[in-house]
């Protein structure tokens, strides 16, 4: 009883244990939220990664790539797990941007894809949806009888903009929806000549593409509100190298949509084209043998395939078909750079938690040694009157432990209140001291993701509680040691 009591009179007689017990908050706070956004961040680039590829690609190590398509296709659909099969074509085109006053030109990925096929199997309509539920940024708010459910997935937005991608090459969207959509916007944005309100005499002549919603932003940016897809309706020139006849290509093309996968690089740099418009703007059938080229063809697994099972046997199908210069990628290999990256954070976060977890360990072992220099006459006391080695030692445990304990619990609460409210934390920042915490144009997130595992839990409670728990048994040794007649001597 009386270790008890003396222990929450050591603790509640010296600032310096209340200091202890909110260092030991902050530290825990500070490691669940900072794991907790980190995580989300990791989660988040995984899953863009992961979008922008598919679950196996077959390419070519040729410049010329994979001849004979529709074999490679048949052989490809005909192997255990894949669910579908889509051909692409992948190069780098010159581009222009024609009849604006400001001429926009440099270099593009052009991305030929079938547009149906990847809006039914891939991702692509989702990447056309994120710009379209974004649209109210743009358009006028809706009314107060509006059903939110149906703003939350529309087929349209506002405008009356298509939400999949194989609409946007219609001739319903390019002859008619572009310039409604156009008309209704300039009413926005009164006497800008940007928008352009009336299709160009060659309109027939002219084929639909589409364009990351990033790609023209930098150059937009001194217009207040103005987006990418305010160029919606302008003429693009591309001029490339047919990978079939090396010939020098070019054609003009209709901007008729916008496309946001949340990938920099892509939304920066990519143009999507129908596949069946790029055979003909690129001569992917060779004239001699007849024979399509395509780059390479996009692999979707059924749902419980894993793509490092289907693989080999992708690779001898296609071996046995004869396929030559093939190559089968799984999506992690397409993209190893980016997840060596991700797995090198996550061994420096690592690195971090032991450091403060040894941080955490040290204060408290200082705290209690600092506690036994001011007290040890006291213990000298203690022990005259007939307390034992065992009964000091308990003294010190329930310091520590109380310390350690009430901190972590103080800590995870506050961390997850944190992480909890993160997004409106961020907005009074922006509104009180015009701060961010992570920027937009920095980090290309709408939100900030956090994602709190229990995993990340336990890694940050439980080496908390055990360093803390060797702090307190060490100091608590080293006060029962204490000879009592030196103790009293001393003071």
Not at 94 to 113: D, Q, R, S, T, W
Not at 152 to 177: C, E, L
Not at 270 to 276: E, K, S, V
Request: include cysteine.
């Amino acid at each position: 009883m009386f270790r008890r009591f003396i222990a929450w009179r050591y603790l509640s007689s010296r600032f310096i244990t209340l200091a202890a017990f909110l260092l030991v908050s902050l530290s825990v706070a500070i490691l669940l939220i900072l794991l907790a956004v980190m995580e989300g961040f990791q989660a988040e680039i995984i899953d863009r990664t992961k979008g922008t590829a598919t679950d196996l690609k077959v390419d070519s190590t040729k410049f010329e790539g994979l001849e004979d398509a529709p074999k490679v296709v048949e052989v490809v659909n005909g192997v255990a797990g894949v669910e579908a099969a889509s051909p692409f074509v992948n190069t780098m085109v010159v581009y222009e941007v024609e009849n604006f006053e400001k001429i926009f030109y440099g270099n593009l990925n052009l991305l030929a894809l079938d547009l149906d096929l990847e809006g039914r199997k891939g991702r692509l309509d989702e990447y056309i949806q994120n710009v379209v539920q974004n649209s109210h940024s743009l358009s006028p708010a809706p009314s107060a009888n509006s059903n939110t459910q149906e703003l939350k997935t529309p087929p349209t937005d506002t405008y009356g903009r298509p939400a999949r991608a194989k609409d946007y090459v219609s001739d319903q969207w390019v002859q008619d929806g572009i310039w409604k959509m156009n008309k209704k916007r300039a009413l926005s944005f009164p006497g800008l000549k940007l928008i352009k309100t009336t299709p160009p005499e060659d309109l027939s002549e002219l084929q639909p593409i589409l364009f990351g919603d990033e790609l023209f932003r930098s150059l937009l940016s001194s217009g207040r509100g103005w987006t990418s897809d305010l160029l919606i309706g302008q003429v693009m020139k591309l001029t490339t190298i047919s990978p079939v006849t090396n010939q020098l290509k070019s054609q003009r093309f209709l901007l008729a949509g916008t496309f946001k996968s949340k990938d920099v690089e892509q939304d920066n740099l990519t143009l999507i084209l129908d596949l069946a418009t790029a055979k003909d703007f690129l001569e992917l059938e060779n004239s001699e043998t007849g024979k399509e080229s395509v780059s390479g063809l996009r692999v979707f697994l059924k749902p419980e395939m894993d793509a490092d099972d289907v693989k080999p046997k992708l690779e001898d199908a296609l071996a046995s078909a004869q396929v030559p210069f093939f190559r089968v990628q799984t999506w992690r290999e397409e993209k190893a750079k980016m997840l060596g990256a991700v797995k090198m954070e996550k061994t420096l976060m690592g690195i971090i938690l032991g450091v403060i977890v040894i941080f955490v360990g040290l204060m408290v072992f200082i705290i209690l040694t600092v506690q036994l220099v001011e007290r040890t006459r006291d213990l000298g006391v203690l022990q005259a009157v007939g307390a034992t080695s065992q009964g000091i030692i308990g003294i010190y445990m329930r310091i520590g432990f109380f310390i350690c304990i009430a901190g972590v619990a103080l800590g995870v609460i506050v961390g997850y209140l944190f992480c909890d409210n993160i997004e409106t934390i961020q907005r009074w920042l922006f509104v009180l001291f015009d701060f961010e915490l992570f920027p937009r144009s920095i980090y290309y997130i709408d939100t900030i993701p956090v994602k709190p595992t229990l995993s990340d839990f336990f890694s940050i409670i439980v080496p908390t509680l055990i360093v803390s728990f060797l702090a307190s048994l060490t100091a608590a040794w080293r006060a029962s040691l204490k000879n009592p007649i030196q103790a009293l001597k001393a003071e």
